[in-house]
């Protein structure tokens, strides 16, 4: 039966059993089903502005994923053909035989697992994300995931344990006191509740995920991810977030498209990995487009 307030539109979270542990995740909406996957180290809040938005469209389905927001840890060792195939145990726990799929970052990565692995409980697949995320060859993309992962990376000489868990947790304070303290509040000439609140949401993200930050790059970085677009049969939307911060790579979309079978490319200006609750409607704008287009367009289209 399905859930009344997810049928009004209104998220609604619960947690499904599966095999590789308790995943989490907040949903909204009646129709076909479309899996959001975030970026590390966020969790289905990341989504919460986008929900009400694809409800009238969608049975959309934010989750955490392992190791992040309210899901069961990360395994001992992970690797992100790991992580799709526990999105494949929550659809059957879920009772979904298909779903469509959104992924921004690490999300992206973990939908073209999904989408090359397990092609026939795949529909039409998004991947988002800022330059860095998406560069097409795998040597620049990490040099470039590097270099924003630089702030959870330690940079202390490796010594006894004892000492490496304290220092660790140091950088975590470090890291966190970021979150609590961003720009928007310390320089803003006026501060409203709002943007407390998306201070309060990313401490708390980080809070329940920075244990996993490491394990899930390195996952990252061991991740062949043009192989797995060479594989992925279903109709794709490439959607790059353009910045002046990274234009030095040049847009990367393009290159990323000639990798797949049906492949679509859209860009988002002025738009970081924060997009997803700064400018929702823009995001959801881009998906409903995508997926309302009958035919893809080719590596060097664009969507309106």
Known sequence: MTNPTRAAGLPHCAYAATPSGQVH??????????????????????????????????????VDTPGFGSSAPLPGHVTLPALAASLVQLMDTLGIARAHVFGLHTGNKIAAALASDWPDRVGNVMLAGQTHSIHA?????????????????????SSDPHADALRNWLGAHATLDGYWWPPALLHSPQVDAGQIAQAEIRVLDYLQGWKSVMPIYDAIFDFDLT???????????VLELLTLAEAH???QGPALCAQMQQ??????????????????????????SFMERPA??????RLP
């Open 25 to 62: 995740y907040a949903e909204a909406g009646v129709g076909e089903p479309l899996l959001l996957l975030h970026a590390s180290p966020r969790s289905h809040r990341a989504f919460r502005h986008m929900l009400p938005l694809l409800a009238p469209h969608f049975h959309a389905i934010a």
């Open 137 to 157: 060859d795998h040597a620049e993309r990490n040099a470039g995931i590097r270099g924003f992962l630089a702030r959870y990376t330690p940079t202390h000489a």
């Open 227 to 237: 192989g797995a677009l060479k594989r992925i049969a279903a109709r794709t939307l």
């Open 249 to 251: 790579f040049g847009p």
């Open 263 to 288: 492949a679509h490319y859209a860009t988002l200006d002025d738009a970081d990995g924060g997009v997803l609750e700064s400018r929702p409607a823009d995001v959801v704008d881009r998906i409903l």
């Open 296 to 301: 893809p367009i080719g590596a060097s289209g």
